[in-house]
């Protein structure tokens, strides 16, 4: 199985700020990774897939770059919405694997 | 409107079975993959499995941790998908998420809760 690491697992930071998470697998899944957005007892919503594109609706601050093993996700200038956890997710292959998660809380 | 709606959660004794329900409506369900992701309090997301649509004969995939334990099936003809949890473990306990994960769109369930204790 495809082991998926996200760092860091928490991450403080002020309103602006410019925000990065990595997620690195532990093969090549060329660009197949996707990144959701879950807020506290809600459902994981959708914000970047095929590694770097925006999902619709989704604000242009959220960037996502990378391919093979390691990505990004770039918030580019925090919003109070913002503050939640992200986790990244692969597709290349089954069995689907998850990162841990990084919460992003205020500083 | 697209729905997800899952039932039948509940408490389970270890070495018991339950079988979760996905009721799907505003989309063509019987021509999408349906997965099952799991959720432990304040733990992340694990993927549990899916099932492909008719024309991908319906096949299936499991995470390691639940192959041979759970089977996922659904019925076209009632745009359900089905979870059967067996020799059910205390590490099962989770909220379970059923949703189709397609890239782009994708839309999820608001799940359930199955809780495994004596």
């Known amino acids: 199985d495809i082991q998926m690491t996200q760092s860091p697992s928490t991450l403080s930071a002020s309103l602006g700020d410019r925000v990065t998470i990595t997620c690195r697998a532990s093969q090549s899944i060329s660009s197949w990774l996707a990144w959701y957005q879950q807020k506290a007892g809600k459902v994981p919503k959708l914000l970047i897939y095929?590694?770097?594109s925006l999902e619709s609706g989704v604000p242009s601050r959220f960037s996502g770059s990378g391919s093979g093993t390691e990505f990004t996700l770039t918030i580019s200038s925090l919003q109070p919405d913002d503050f939640a956890t992200y986790h990244c997710q692969q597709y290349d292959s089954y069995p689907w694997t998850f990162g841990q998660g990084t919460k992003v809380e205020i500083k | 409107e697209v729905q997800l709606v899952e039932s039948g959660g509940g408490l389970v004794q270890p070495g018991g079975s339950l079988k979760l329900s996905c009721a799907a409506s505003g989309f063509t369900f019987s021509a999408s993959a349906m997965h099952w992701v799991r959720q432990a309090s304040g733990k992340g997301l694990e993927w549990v499995g899916r099932i492909r649509s008719k024309p991908n004969s319906h096949t299936t995939s499991y995470a390691a941790s639940v192959e041979g334990r759970f089977t996922i099936s659904r019925d076209d003809s009632k745009n359900t998908a089905y979870l059967q949890m067996n020799s059910l473990k205390t590490e099962d306990t989770a909220v379970y998420y059923c949703a189709s994960l397609t890239f782009p769109g994708g839309f999820w369930g608001q799940g359930t809760l199955v809780t495994v204790s004596s």
């Open positions: 095929k590694a770097s």
